[in-house]
């Protein structure tokens, strides 16, 4: 029987393909979000991107007007208003002192932006996660304002390469000695951030930053090396941890994320969604939690899809796909980059290539740069758990000149 009354927490994407999903699978039951933004959900990507990179006009985009969620879809709204914690055994959500009850709950809370904690007091120190956050970083850009960005991440790389579309000069700060390890291992790491020098951006790797300067407004970041850095703009992008504080005691299992199994259940009535899930995948045979755009808007839908009729709950099946953008080029990840790739097209030293991830015989992971066709072939045969011969294979179809070399 379909629950009467569902409560989806979290006003972003996996939040809102949930409730999408639900009214398009036909469900006429009651449906509330409880969002801890004001604002109505919008799309995080361009906030780091065209939100910021010139003085000309450019908006926010938001997915879904009020009317078309409160009307269309028939959504009660309860947004700027944060859960404060959910009773598992009860089947309840508590906001601050209100209490909401839920048949069944979809929780897609993502991810919080860390911060440096002794230097978030200070005006100017940001870190990049809301429309709030990109507001601040778009004021200070238009004023002219001098540009430290602490960490070599995606976020910090597409807020250098914003800074110099803008013609100024931006100095990117990372503690490790190659940026992106985790995310595409150590070479394409190398790979990656030559794209900073090529294209006029200081980049600091293995120094870490000691303090950052001011009283009221930041003055300067001072690195560990004695450098100081003048700034009156430090963008801080070392990541996101996800929104779970408030289901510590729930009943849930947290573990970097809420721990679910292959069909994105947490437990009692609650399924979740989006950066602050971590499921089992089956495609890898491994938990995963990722935070990537597409895999928030595909695993919303599906965990309601699975909220909806539990007994016929399904896994999701997702091979992981992320784009960035840097200094006009981009670059585009699919399935698991962990290890050595091997170039397969093109050249790394130039802004044209695919490398390849293997797994023993298996092909697990791509990465293109500026190969915009390449990549959803290569997510295709990752899916169907293709060999790397495979993968060697599609290459050669897509290239005149296969080179196999890895750099
Ligand atoms: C600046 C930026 C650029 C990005 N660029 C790319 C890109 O180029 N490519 C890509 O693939 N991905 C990109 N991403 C990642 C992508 O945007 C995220 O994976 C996606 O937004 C995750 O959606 P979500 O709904 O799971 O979580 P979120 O978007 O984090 O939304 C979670 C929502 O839940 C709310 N919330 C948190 N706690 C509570 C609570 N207790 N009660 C109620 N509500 C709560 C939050 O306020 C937020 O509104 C980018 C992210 C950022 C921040």
Not at 249 to 255: I, N, P, V
Not at 390 to 398: E, N
């Amino acid at each position: 029987m379909a629950p009467e009354h569902i409560v989806v927490v979290g006003g972003s994407l996996a939040g809102l393909r949930a409730l999408e999903t639900a009214r398009r699978a036909g469900y006429a039951g009651r449906l509330t979000l409880i969002g801890a933004e004001t604002h109505l959900p919008y799309d995080r990507p361009p906030l780091s991107k065209e939100y910021i990179d010139s003085d000309q006009d450019s908006h926010i985009t938001h997915f879904t007007g009020v009317e078309e969620l409160a009307d269309g879809l028939g959504v009660s709204l309860m947004l700027g208003q944060p859960a404060t914690s959910l009773d598992l055994a009860n089947g309840i959500v508590h906001v601050g002192d209100r209490t909401v009850p839920y048949d069944a709950a979809l929780i897609a809370t993502g991810a919080i932006a860390r911060t440096i904690p002794a230097a978030a007091h200070l005006d100017g120190v940001v870190t990049l996660r809301t429309i709030d956050d990109a507001r601040i970083v778009r004021s200070a850009l238009d004023q002219g304002a001098r540009v430290v960005i602490v960490g070599a991440g995606f976020i910090g790389a597409e807020v250098a390469a914003a800074v110099r579309k803008r013609g100024r000069s931006v100095t990117v700060v990372e503690a490790l000695p190659i940026p992106l390890v985790r995310a595409v291992g150590e070479t394409a790491g190398r790979w990656l951030s030559a794209l900073h020098e090529r294209n006029g951006t200081e980049l600091i790797c293995g120094v870490a930053v000691e303090s950052i300067s001011g009283d009221h407004r930041v003055e300067g970041v001072r690195l560990a090396n004695g450098r100081h850095l003048p700034a009156d703009l430090v963008v801080v992008g070392i990541g996101a941890t996800p929104a779970t504080d408030w289901l510590t005691g729930s009943g849930l299992t947290l573990d970097n994320g809420i721990v679910c199994d292959a069909t994105m259940h947490a437990g009692g009535n609650v399924w979740a969604a989006g950066d602050v899930a971590r499921w089992y995948s089956q495609d890898f045979d491994t938990p995963l939690r990722i935070e990537h755009w597409t895999n928030a808007a595909e695993q919303g839908a599906h965990a309601m899809r699975n909220l909806l009729d539990p007994s016929n709950a399904t896994p999701y099946r997702h091979i992981p796909y992320f784009w960035s953008d840097w200094y006009g080029n981009r670059i585009q990840l699919a399935g698991r980059p962990i290890g050595e790739p091997t170039v397969v097209t093109g050249d790394t030293a130039t802004d044209v290539f695919t490398a390849l991830y293997r797994d023993g015989h298996r092909l697990i992971g791509a990465l293109t740069l500026n190969r915009r066709s390449d990549i959803m072939k290569y997510r295709a045969l990752i899916a169907r758990a293709a060999t790397w011969e495979d993968g060697l294979k599609l290459a050669q179809t897509r290239n005149n000149s296969l080179t196999t070399n890895s750099k």
